[in-house]
Nanobody, 123 residues
């Protein structure tokens, strides 16, 4: 069983920074794309940033230049450094990963979600 566990959310003032972490655990052969999504209050879930296993990144226009996604493959961990936060960034942030489970690499990738972590930007 694969699990994604996020940490690092909280309350921050406008202009501040937070760093989110997400660690995948379980029997994992490899992880393809990992990403962060967010769901603001009353809105749909949206992609924030993603990163492939070779480090190719993709960002939502609203966070370009402020957020940085990174990962440590050996630790099955992905990070999201968030700078210059503003109230529009307030949301529940979810980690997502395409995981090849097992020990042989023959299983098809499955998509997993973390439980979410709240980020609130307010003075």
């Amino acid at each position: 069983q694969v699990q994604l566990v996020e940490s690092g959310g909280g309350l921050v003032q406008p202009g501040g920074s937070l760093r989110l972490s997400c660690a995948a655990s379980g029997t994992i052969f490899s992880i393809n794309t990992m990403g962060w999504y967010r769901q603001p209050p009353g809105k749909e879930r949206e992609l924030v940033a993603s990163i492939t296993s070779v480090g190719t990144t993709n960002y939502a226009d609203s966070v370009k230049g402020r957020f940085t996604i990174s990962r440590v493959n050996a630790q099955n961990t992905v990070y999201l450094q968030m700078n210059s936060l503003n109230p529009d960034d307030t949301a529940v942030y979810y980690c997502n990963a395409d995981v090849v489970p097992g020990t042989t690499g023959i299983l098809v990738p499955r998509n997993y979600w973390g439980q979410g972590t709240q980020v609130t930007v307010s003075s």
